[in-house]
């Protein structure tokens, strides 16, 4: 493993890129991170029932070059460690668990987040194991009084999960086989890159902090900072006229952003944990994985800054996914085999 080399790069990034693109035609800005990413032709035609989410790859899968690099995937049975960092409701802390409960929840009514989990599992490694299909929360740390401040960088992250398996009541497990570590802070809490280029991102720890290689994701709330950035499509940006904000299916529209990002995060680290087994890019020290390559993209036609179809429930909410008790909005993964983004709401399947 040559961390090392990693130690000052991009770890893997998370923007909703269709807002990016927005911006890029509206302003013609662009942060350099995205501007290069192989994204779909935009001119979808998403009233198209049977070729509509494929075709908007059309020209563009041979652009992908999704490869293995040899390195581990986790195949063994995952166990989410959350630490709530900062000020968490505990209906905020519920949305969340129970989004990430319904990973392995095969009874939930189709479509379902158990079958998005699907497309995840279709990723192997060199042995030929499959990505697991059990997901289950683990041990919680609450951080409640911001042990590093209301301001972290990316490094001051590893501190925080180095206090939280270090900690001398109730540590987190270290779980290095199985365990995989999510930061979430507080809609007051400013991270490094957050709303600029980043709304989460995963990499692991580096054994000269933390004293293991951990693999982590961190994910924030961003409803006081720029929910129209990472938690599109419930909050919209102000520079885009007419743009009119989705329903949060559950009525938080910071948490109901994050839930996307947080499904985003788990499906690269599981197939991408250390950065050295599935991604694109020649570049391995800023790798576009799996999620990265269908941001924005929720439903049949999406591409662009259009959504795809999604659903909407009797409140006028709209999501396109159900899970244990909840509905959220989930982005697609890449599904290596077919050589497209695929969710289990697509209308083609
Ligand atoms: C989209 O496809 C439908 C049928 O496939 C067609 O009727 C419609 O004109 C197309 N719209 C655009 C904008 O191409
Ligand atoms: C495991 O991955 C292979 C290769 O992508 C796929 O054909 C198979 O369906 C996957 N198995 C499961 C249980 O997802
Ligand atoms: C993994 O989880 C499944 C349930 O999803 C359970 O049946 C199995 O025993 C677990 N395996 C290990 C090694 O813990």
Not at 27 to 34: C, E, M, V
Not at 214 to 226: E, F, I, T
Not at 243 to 270: C, F, Q, R, T
Not at 276 to 288: I, K, T
Request: aromatic share 12%.
């Amino acid at each position: 493993m040559r961390q090392g080399s990693y130690a000052c790069r991009f770890p893997a990034l998370s923007v909703p890129v269709a807002l990016y693109l927005t911006v890029l035609s509206l302003l013609l800005l662009i942060t350099p991170s995205i501007a290069w990413r192989p994204w779909p032709n935009h001119q979808t035609n998403g009233s198209d029932p049977i070729y509509g989410a494929s075709k908007k790859y059309e020209g563009s899968s041979e652009f992908v070059h999704l490869k293995y690099h040899m390195g581990p995937v986790l195949t063994a049975n995952i166990t989410v460690h959350t630490i709530w960092y900062g000020t968490w409701a505990k209906a905020q802390k519920k949305i969340i668990r129970e989004f990430i409960s319904s990973f392995s929840a095969v009874n939930s009514k189709p479509p379902s987040v158990a079958q998005w989990w699907k497309t995840v599992r279709l990723y192997t490694d060199q042995t030929g194991a499959n990505i697991t299909r059990s997901v289950v929360l683990g041990a919680e740390k609450n951080d409640r009084f911001y042990s590093h401040g209301k301001s972290l960088t990316r490094l001051s992250i590893q501190s925080v999960i180095k206090s939280a398996v270090t900690a001398n009541t109730k540590p987190l497990p270290i779980n290095a086989q199985n365990g995989l570590y999510l930061l979430l802070t507080s809609a007051d809490v400013y991270v490094q890159d957050f709303c600029g280029q980043v709304c989460g991102f995963h990499y692991f720890t580096f054994p000269s902090i933390v004293g293991y290689t951990l693999p982590y994701a961190w994910v924030g709330n961003s409803a006081k900072q720029c929910p129209g950035v990472c938690a599109y499509p419930f909050a919209v940006p102000d520079y885009i006229p007419g743009l009119k904000p989705l329903k949060a299916p559950n009525g938080d529209v910071g948490v109901d952003g994050m839930i996307s990002v947080i499904g985003h995060e788990i499906a690269e680290l599981a197939t991408n944990p250390l950065v050295n087994a599935w991604y694109a890019g020649q570049d391995p020290s800023f790798p576009v994985e799996i999620a990265d390559l269908c941001e924005g993209i929720y439903g049949t036609g999406g591409g662009g800054s259009y959504t795809g179809q999604l659903t909407e429930d009797g409140d006028g909410a709209t999501y396109n996914i159900n899970g244990i008790r909840r509905r959220f909005l989930v982005q697609w993964v890449w599904n290596h085999v077919v050589s497209y983004c695929t969710g289990p709401n697509a209308l083609d399947q």
